[in-house]
């Protein structure tokens, strides 16, 4: 059985994770309107990745008994001018991911919900590899910047393969 505390977290979860998907569809139609197709493809790519983590909690609540029951999915808070601006977002949100999992992950260790601790384990993993993934993209396109020159266009071919 999942506890009753953490199973409240997890529903929150799946709305984080939608809201994530809002987030990243919203970069993606940034980058449209800046004809960069391939980081658009980039974050639509991750917007479905994260539709699947929201199913993923979603199916583990259903399959232990537990009442999924959804919220509304805020307006993505994106403030965004310069064409790097949604990377440092990207990563900053993901931190913010992975302090949300680790809460929880802390809360089922309180309880001894040693189920919801063992499912969470691959979201550890998968926050940590999130994070990289961010910080990598904003390694990459530091050594380029905005302008609309080559080493864009080549960073922006090459997202569009994702
Ligand atoms: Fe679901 O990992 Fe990003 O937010």
């Known amino acids: 059985m999942i506890h009753q505390e953490t199973a409240i977290m997890l529903v929150e979860q799946i709305n984080k994770e939608l809201y994530s998907g809002y987030l990243y569809m919203a970069f993606a139609n940034f980058y449209e309107g800046r004809k960069l197709s391939g980081f658009a ?14 199913m993923k909690i979603r199916s583990f609540l259903i399959r232990s008994g537990h009442p999924v029951a959804l919220g ?33 992950y802390g809360k089922a ?30 390694d990459r396109f530091e050594l380029i910047g905005c302008e609309t020159g080559r080493g864009l266009r080549m960073l922006d071919r090459e997202l569009s393969q994702r």
């Open 41 to 54: 493809h980039w974050y639509m790519v991750q917007a479905a990745e994260e539709y699947q983590h929201a």
């Open 72 to 104: 509304a999915i805020e307006k993505p808070n994106t403030s965004l001018n310069d064409c790097g601006d949604p990377l440092h977002a990207a990563l900053k949100h993901e931190q913010y991911i992975t302090a949300s999992i680790e809460t929880i």
């Open 109 to 138: 260790l309180e309880v001894k919900d040693h189920l919801t601790v063992e499912f969470l384990d691959w979201f550890i993993m998968e926050q940590a590899e999130e994070e990289a993934s961010a910080q990598k993209l904003i």
